[in-house]
Each structure stands twice: as structure tokens, then as C-alpha cells.
């Protein structure tokens, strides 16, 4: 898996849209359902494309596969930089708000899914 994938770049070149990949923690909400099953779940009933990301640029099946059994999570952002910046400084931007996504990641989860599939009753 790829951390992160560069989708596109802004014709002006200060902007670029980027697929970032996150493992889903391996742990169950307070329904009891995995999160890779809520994922899974929320995908099926959004429709959702697996991927944004081109199936030229990756191994695409193995991303996808991963996408597919909500053990990864794919986060798209758009990424916005100087355009006089070396290429260099503009993928350690990126890499850097990796960095930031990939330590939120996991409680973004967790709060995303924490109620997914609960239900009860009132009497």
C-alpha cells in the first residue's frame, strides 16, 4: 500500500489532489461491529468507488483489495502549495500533511464509525 497518491496537479502548479491511505485499527465500535465491516458496510450502501486513484499509477489491485475489505481507508484532499516552489518542497508539503492526517486518522475513525449498525428500543 502507498501511503499517499498525487492525482492530479493544477494547471497553474499550486495545487494538487492527492489520495491518502490510512489503515483502519482493527477494532470493534460500540455496536460491536468491526470498523473494517462498518467501512465495508458505508461503502455498499453510498456506492462508493473503492478508489480515486487511477488504475495506471499503483498496483491497483492490491490497493483495491485492501479498499475493498475496509482494512484501508482512503482520504482525498487537495493540496495547495506555492507554484514557485521546487517539486521537492512541494511533496515534502504533502508528505508533511500525511504526516498530520495519518496521526488523526485512526480517531477520525473511531468517531466516524463509533455508532455505525447500533440500534435500539425505547419503552
Request: aromatic residues 8%; glycine residues 4%.
Amino acid at each position: 500500500m502507498s501511503d499517499y497518491h498525487i492525482i492530479d496537479v493544477a494547471r497553474e502548479k499550486n495545487r494538487a489532489t492527492v489520495a491518502f491511505h490510512f489503515a483502519v485499527p482493527d477494532e470493534n465500535n460500540v455496536q460491536g461491529t468491526a470498523l473494517s465491516t462498518c467501512l465495508v458496510e458505508r461503502n455498499l450502501r453510498d456506492e462508493k468507488d473503492t478508489s480515486r486513484v487511477p488504475t495506471h499509477l499503483t498496483n491497483f489491485a492490491t490497493e483495491n483489495a485492501e479498499l475493498v475489505a475496509g482494512t484501508m481507508v482512503e482520504y482525498v484532499e487537495t493540496i495547495e502549495f506555492d507554484a514557485n516552489e521546487t517539486n521537492a518542497n512541494k511533496l515534502a508539503v504533502i508528505t508533511a500533511r500525511y504526516s498530520v492526517l495519518a496521526s488523526i486518522a485512526p480517531d477520525w475513525l473511531r468517531e466516524e464509525l463509533k455508532f455505525w449498525g447500533y440500534h435500539g428500543d425505547v419503552t
